[in-house]
């Protein structure tokens, strides 16, 4: 049997996906190489100055597959806690349980009736929608696209809602049922998404990274940091770092941005180069934010769709784990993580960012102007490439550079490798990375990034 040299590029959870399922197989001709001086990509964790631990915005593992379960426990060794995937919407002064569109009966009546009219006069077909917008319109009706789905999504995607496709949605954005809307306020019953089947683990110490420096711990000496992909021979099939280092190889996995990889390889005719082109991408601010104080509040994260503050989402982030905040000390610390996007449609500066996002804070009701003396931490992460924006030309763009990489034995798969959001998670790339593995050996179907 032929043994190919495999080599991957970078270490978040789709390359670890990749390295595990190698090392699986008793695989030994294979290497890892990272840009960064650590492991996990999106997925690490940072610990900062004053001891305040972060992750690269709210991480929260939503599994999908039992092998990945499985990496994951054996990862941890029983070392994390469980929590109920708790989340709620600031809207109007008020905080509304997630899903927002069954809890309207939090909103004041106005609101609330345009809420529940808008359902009650919807007419267009959604299958027929355009776009991300028309789609909204045609299933959520007036008020809750008003009040909810388009100032949230305009922030969190940082793109109009009419460049987007609607494909991708699927599972991602619960629908609506009027009937169960009007059931709820008329028995004042809240209608939310979870409870002990909605539970979620986070590692004891270390953050969302800790997860991934314990899977890479089994086969480290194969792994090689501090090396940038400058270039992808395409011809000799060679791969050449900015540290003038150069590997030859039979199989290359790419987990980098897949529209970076394509500027890297040599000789990519100018049809691919302009399909990369075409992908579209959005960046964002984690900015943590760490205070002096006892935080009781159950709640794990939150959506802000208003525009009184800069993030749509903030994470009460020593709620996952003790340790996130110095010395385990949640009687007298606690952490707030909060996540702004930006783009060319939306700027943001980063001079400001953390100034903006406190004020945001405060404007919301999540701490008060006194509490400005309490912060103890202002941290800032830029994230260059945050979430893969699926635009209307997305597909077709993938399905003229993805053949071509493959003809040449790449294969660019995760979150930015791929480009496909909906299986763009912790999970889903992990498995994206093992599921490629076993195409390479074996043949078999790669489900997660074909499904
Ligand atoms: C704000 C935010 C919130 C998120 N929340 C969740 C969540 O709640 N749940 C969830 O499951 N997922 C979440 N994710 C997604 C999660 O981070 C990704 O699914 C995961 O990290 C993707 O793994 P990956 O290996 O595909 O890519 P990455 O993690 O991006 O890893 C790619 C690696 O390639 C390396 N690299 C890049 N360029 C080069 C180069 N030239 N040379 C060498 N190496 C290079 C990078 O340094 C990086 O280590 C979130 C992401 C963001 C940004």
């Not at 949605?169 to 939310?192: F, Q, T």
């Not at 934010?289 to 503050?309: A, H, Q, S, V």
Request: charged letters at 20%; aromatic letters at 12%.
């Amino acid at each position: 049997m032929f043994i190919p040299v495999c080599l991957i590029i970078g270490s978040g959870p789709c390359g670890l996906g990749a390295a595990h399922r190698l090392n699986q197989f008793g695989h030994t001709d294979w290497q890892l190489f990272e840009r960064n001086s650590y492991t996990g990509g999106l997925s690490a964790s940072f610990v900062d100055d004053a001891g305040f631990t972060w992750d690269v915005g709210g991480h929260v593992l939503f599994s999908h597959y039992d092998y990945f379960d499985k990496v994951v426990e054996a990862s941890l060794d029983g070392q994390y806690y469980e929590h109920m995937r708790e989340s709620w919407v600031r809207m109007l002064g008020d905080w509304v349980p997630y899903p927002f569109q069954n809890n309207v009966r939090y909103l004041p009546g106005d609101a609330r009736d345009l809420c529940v009219n808008g359902l009650k006069k919807l007419a267009a077909d959604p299958t027929t929608a355009a776009n991300f917008k028309e789609w909204m319109d045609a299933v959520f009706g007036e008020g809750i696209v008003k009040y909810f789905m388009d100032p949230y999504n305009r922030k969190v995607w940082a793109t109009p809602p009419e460049l987007m496709s609607k494909d991708w949605i699927a599972e991602r954005v619960s629908v609506v049922d009027l009937a169960r809307i009007e059931k709820n306020i008329a028995e004042a019953k809240d209608d939310i998404a979870w409870g002990p089947n909605n539970m979620f683990k986070f590692p004891k110490q270390g953050g969302t990274g800790a997860i991934y420096n314990g899977i890479a711990k089994s086969f480290s000496s194969n792994i090689s940091l501090d090396h940038d992909l400058a270039e992808v021979e395409l011809e000799k099939k060679a791969v050449l770092f900015a540290n003038g280092a150069r590997h030859s190889y039979d199989q290359l996995i790419s987990t980098i941005p897949v529209d970076q990889l394509v500027a890297k390889c040599t000789n990519a005719p100018d049809e691919v180069r302009a399909a990369a082109t075409q992908l579209v991408h959005n960046s964002a601010y984690v900015v943590g934010i760490g205070l002096k104080g006892k935080r009781e509040d159950t709640k794990c994260w939150m959506y802000f769709p208003e525009d009184n503050c800069p993030f749509y989402r903030v994470t009460n982030f020593h709620n996952y784990s003790p340790y996130n905040v110095p010395g385990g000390d949640v009687d007298n610390y606690y952490a707030l993580m909060c996540e702004t996007s930006y783009s060319s449609h939306k700027l943001v500066s980063k001079d400001d960012i953390v100034e903006e996002t406190i004020q945001g804070l405060i404007n919301s009701g999540m701490i008060k102007e006194s509490d400005r003396a309490h912060i103890v931490s202002r941290y800032l992460i830029d994230v260059p490439y945050a979430y893969p924006v699926p635009t209307t030309g997305r597909d077709d763009a993938l399905s003229v550079i993805q053949p071509f990489l493959e003809s040449h034995d790449v294969y660019s798969r995760g979150r930015f490798g791929a480009w496909k959001y909906e299986v763009g998670n912790m999970d889903h790339s992990f498995m994206q990375g093992v599921e490629v593995v076993d195409s390479i050996l074996t043949g078999a179907e790669e489900k997660t990034f074909n499904g």
